[in-house]
């Protein structure tokens, strides 16, 4: 799952994506107090999967990420630590998420002029 920390400023926010483990995606970074700011934090979030895609993985799938070094971005790896257990904990979570979409329609029902 993906987590969006924001720390809400007049002028601009500071924005920090995390996953399950508290582990920072990538670098925080700052976002206008405005629609072009706000677009861009949802570009960003659409980069990654959302809860319906990992849930519609096959199994075996979502294992070979956990295990496999090469398709994970920050270079490390489960070491074997995490299995098909794993796997099928994560797509369980996926399932009974509300999803990022959900979550997207609304700040964008919210973004629209009025």
Known sequence: MLYVGIDVAKRSHEVVLLDDAGEARG???RIANSH???SRLIDRVEA???P???AELD???LT???QTPSRCPSGKHSRDRFGRAKA???QEAARTSFGVTLALDALTAQLRPS
């Open 64 to 66: 070979g990420l956990l």
């Open 27 to 29: 670098k925080p970074f």
């Open 48 to 50: 990654h999967p959302t």
């Open 52 to 54: 319906e895609q990992i």
């Open 59 to 61: 199994l075996e799938q």
């Open 36 to 38: 072009v700011g706000l």
């Open 88 to 90: 099928e904990q994560i």
